[in-house]
C-alpha cells in the first residue's frame, strides 16, 4: 500500500483555492485547479509514494498487473485499471456534453483513425475505445444541469419566462411532450443559424432577468442558471438548452449518476467523480473548445429522466455506504468511522479482491493493509493493490473515506 498523489489539471473553469485547500496546501493558486486526477490513465497517472521515489501508477500497473489489479479484474479488463476518480473543482460551468457508450466509442475511435485525426488532435472526439459512464458525488454544494426533465415540466418553464420569441419552440414540444419532441427541439437550438440565436438567446436571458426581478420562486434557480451561462457565452444555443435539462443541487454525500448520452453540465461545486478511465467527452456548447454537434446529437439519449432517476440508490452495510450504479468498471463508497467504531481496529467490508483507492475526505484514519500501514489525512489518498487487501482501519475522530474499486 502506498500514497498517492493526484494529477493536478488547471482548466481555466476550476478554483484557485478548493483543491488546494482540500489537499492542504497555500490558497489562491496562481492557476485555477480543476481536476486532481487519482487513476492510471495514460494521459495523466497518479503518483506512488515509494521509499524509492515517486513511481506513476501506469508504469506500477503495466509492471505487474497480476499483483495490482488480481487476476479476475485481468480477466474482465485486461491489464488496465478501468476506472478512473478524481476530486473536481468547478468555479464556473463546464461545457455542455455528453459521453458515448461503448458501442459507439469503439465505432467513433475506429473511425477517426480511419480519416487519419491524431489522438491528441484537439478536433479529435474518440482519444479511446472505452464509454465513460459517471458517478458525481458532492463534497460541498454542488450545481449541475443534466438530462432532459420530463417535457411538460420544460414547458411550464418557457411558459413562465413568457418569451414571445419562444412560443414556436412551447408550441412543438407541447405538441409532442416526449423523446421525439424533445429531439426535434434540441436539434432545432443547437443547429440554427447564429443570427437567429443572437436573437433568440438575449431575449431569453432578458426574460430571465424579468423572472427574478418579479420575485418569482418556482423557477428562479433556472433563471439564475440562464444569466450565469448568457453572461460567458451570450450567443450560445447551450444557453437555451439548459431550459431542457433537470436543475441539481446536490448536498454532501449526494451523487448523480450519467450513464451514457446524458447531456449534462457541472455549473458550480467540489466533488468527486469515478468513471471508467476513459477521456471521451462529445462537446454541444458552452466552451471554446472543440465542438461538434452532428457527432453529440448520434449519441444523446432524449428519453425523459426526472431528478430521481439520475440520484443513484444507496445501500449501507455497516460503516459503508455504497452508491449503486449500472457501470462495471467501479464502485464507490463511503467508508464511515464513528461513534463505537472509533479508537479500535475496523475491517472494513471487502466487496472484492480487486484493487481499491481510498481518499480521504474528513477526519484522519490509519489504514492497515498486508504489506503495512498509512495515515491518511483529509486530501490525502492511497492505493491499495490487489494482493495487498483486505484493509483494517483505525480513528480517533468521526473520519469519512470515499473509496473506489473494480465493479461487481
Ligand atoms: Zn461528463
Given at each position: 500500500m502506498n500514497l498517492l498523489r493526484g494529477a493536478l489539471r488547471t482548466y481555466a473553469w476550476g478554483s484557485r483555492t478548493a483543491i488546494a485547500e482540500f489537499t492542504g496546501r497555500p490558497s489562491p493558486t496562481a492557476h485555477p485547479e480543476a481536476e486532481?486526477?487519482?487513476?492510471?490513465?495514460?494521459g495523466d497517472p497518479a503518483w506512488l509514494e515509494t521509499d524509492g521515489g515517486e513511481q506513476s501508477l501506469l508504469d506500477t500497473v503495466r509492471e505487474d498487473p497480476e499483483g495490482q489489479l488480481g487476476a479476475a479484474v485481468r480477466g474482465r479488463f485486461g491489464d488496465t485499471l478501468?476506472?478512473?476518480?478524481?476530486?473536481?473543482?468547478?468555479?464556473?460551468?463546464?461545457?455542455?456534453?455528453?459521453?458515448p457508450s461503448a458501442e459507439q466509442a469503439a465505432e467513433g475511435f475506429?473511425?477517426?483513425?480511419?480519416?487519419?485525426?491524431?489522438?491528441?488532435?484537439?478536433?479529435?472526439?474518440?482519444?479511446?475505445?472505452?464509454?465513460?459512464p459517471e458517478l458525481l458525488v458532492a463534497l460541498h454544494q454542488f450545481e449541475a444541469l443534466a438530462g432532459f426533465r420530463p417535457a411538460m415540466k420544460s414547458v411550464e418553464l418557457m411558459r413562465a419566462l413568457g418569451v414571445s420569441e419562444l412560443e414556436p419552440y412551447v408550441g412543438l414540444l407541447s405538441g409532442q411532450p416526449d423523446a421525439d419532441g424533445l429531439r426535434a427541439l434540441f436539434t432545432t437550438w443547437i443547429t440554427a443559424p447564429?443570427?437567429?440565436?443572437?436573437?433568440l438567446v438575449p431575449a431569453v436571458i432578458d426574460a430571465a432577468i424579468e423572472y427574478i426581478r418579479s420575485g418569482a420562486k418556482v423557477f428562479a434557480a433556472e433563471a439564475k442558471t440562464v444569466?450565469?451561462?448568457?453572461?460567458?457565452?451570450?450567443?450560445?444555443?447551450?444557453?437555451?438548452?439548459?431550459?431542457?435539462?433537470n436543475r441539481l443541487t446536490l448536498?454532501?454525500?449526494?451523487?448523480?449518476?450519467?450513464?451514457?448520452?446524458?447531456?449534462?453540465?457541472?455549473?458550480?461545486?467540489?466533488?468527486?467523480?469515478?468513471?471508467?478511465?476513459?477521456?471521451?467527452?462529445?462537446r454541444?456548447?458552452?466552451?471554446?473548445?472543440?465542438?461538434?454537434?452532428?457527432?453529440?446529437?448520434?449519441?444523446?439519449?432524449?428519453?425523459?429522466?426526472?431528478?430521481?432517476?439520475?440520484?443513484?440508490?444507496?445501500?449501507?452495510?455497516?460503516?459503508?455506504?455504497?452508491?449503486?450504479t449500472a457501470a462495471p468498471e467501479f464502485t464507490a463508497s463511503v467508508l464511515s468511522l464513528d461513534g463505537d467504531r472509533l479508537g479500535h481496529e475496523v475491517?472494513?467490508?471487502?466487496?472484492?479482491?480487486?484493487?481499491?483507492?481510498?481518499?480521504?475526505?474528513?477526519?484522519?484514519?490509519?489504514?492497515?493493509?498486508?504489506?503495512?500501514?498509512?495515515?491518511?489525512?483529509?486530501?490525502?489518498?492511497?492505493?491499495?493493490?490487489?494482493?495487498?487487501?483486505?484493509?483494517?482501519?483505525v480513528a480517533e475522530q468521526p473520519t469519512k473515506l470515499f473509496r473506489a474499486t473494480v465493479g461487481v
Amino acid at each position: 500500500m502506498n500514497l498517492l498523489r493526484g494529477a493536478l489539471r488547471t482548466y481555466a473553469w476550476g478554483s484557485r483555492t478548493a483543491i488546494a485547500e482540500f489537499t492542504g496546501r497555500p490558497s489562491p493558486t496562481a492557476h485555477p485547479e480543476a481536476e486532481l486526477w487519482f487513476g492510471a490513465h495514460p494521459g495523466d497517472p497518479a503518483w506512488l509514494e515509494t521509499d524509492g521515489g515517486e513511481q506513476s501508477l501506469l508504469d506500477t500497473v503495466r509492471e505487474d498487473p497480476e499483483g495490482q489489479l488480481g487476476a479476475a479484474v485481468r480477466g474482465r479488463f485486461g491489464d488496465t485499471l478501468p476506472f478512473l476518480m478524481k476530486v473536481l473543482a468547478a468555479d464556473e460551468p463546464l461545457s455542455l456534453q455528453a459521453h458515448p457508450s461503448a458501442e459507439q466509442a469503439a465505432e467513433g475511435f475506429a473511425r477517426e483513425d480511419r480519416l487519419g485525426i491524431p489522438v491528441s488532435s484537439p478536433i479529435r472526439n474518440y482519444r479511446d475505445r472505452s464509454h465513460k459512464p459517471e458517478l458525481l458525488v458532492a463534497l460541498h454544494q454542488f450545481e449541475a444541469l443534466a438530462g432532459f426533465r420530463p417535457a411538460m415540466k420544460s414547458v411550464e418553464l418557457m411558459r413562465a419566462l413568457g418569451v414571445s420569441e419562444l412560443e414556436p419552440y412551447v408550441g412543438l414540444l407541447s405538441g409532442q411532450p416526449d423523446a421525439d419532441g424533445l429531439r426535434a427541439l434540441f436539434t432545432t437550438w443547437i443547429t440554427a443559424p447564429q443570427p437567429d440565436l443572437d436573437v433568440l438567446v438575449p431575449a431569453v436571458i432578458d426574460a430571465a432577468i424579468e423572472y427574478i426581478r418579479s420575485g418569482a420562486k418556482v423557477f428562479a434557480a433556472e433563471a439564475k442558471t440562464v444569466l450565469e451561462l448568457g453572461e460567458r457565452y451570450p450567443g450560445d444555443a447551450g444557453v437555451l438548452a439548459s431550459l431542457l435539462l433537470n436543475r441539481l443541487t446536490l448536498r454532501p454525500g449526494e451523487g448523480i449518476y450519467l450513464p451514457a448520452g446524458n447531456l449534462h453540465t457541472y455549473l458550480h461545486g467540489v466533488g468527486i467523480e469515478v468513471m471508467a478511465n476513459s477521456d471521451n467527452v462529445l462537446r454541444g456548447g458552452l466552451t471554446p473548445k472543440h465542438v461538434d454537434v452532428p457527432e453529440l446529437l448520434r449519441v444523446l439519449d432524449f428519453t425523459p429522466a426526472s431528478e430521481t432517476d439520475l440520484r443513484p440508490q444507496t445501500t449501507n452495510d455497516g460503516m459503508e455506504t455504497v452508491y449503486e450504479t449500472a457501470a462495471p468498471e467501479f464502485t464507490a463508497s463511503v467508508l464511515s468511522l464513528d461513534g463505537d467504531r472509533l479508537g479500535h481496529e475496523v475491517d472494513a467490508p471487502s466487496r472484492h479482491d480487486g484493487p481499491q483507492i481510498l481518499l480521504c475526505t474528513e477526519g484522519s484514519a490509519v489504514v492497515h493493509a498486508k504489506s503495512g500501514a498509512v495515515t491518511l489525512n483529509r486530501g490525502m489518498a492511497a492505493w491499495v493493490a490487489a494482493d495487498d487487501g483486505p484493509i483494517r482501519l483505525v480513528a480517533e475522530q468521526p473520519t469519512k473515506l470515499f473509496r473506489a474499486t473494480v465493479g461487481v
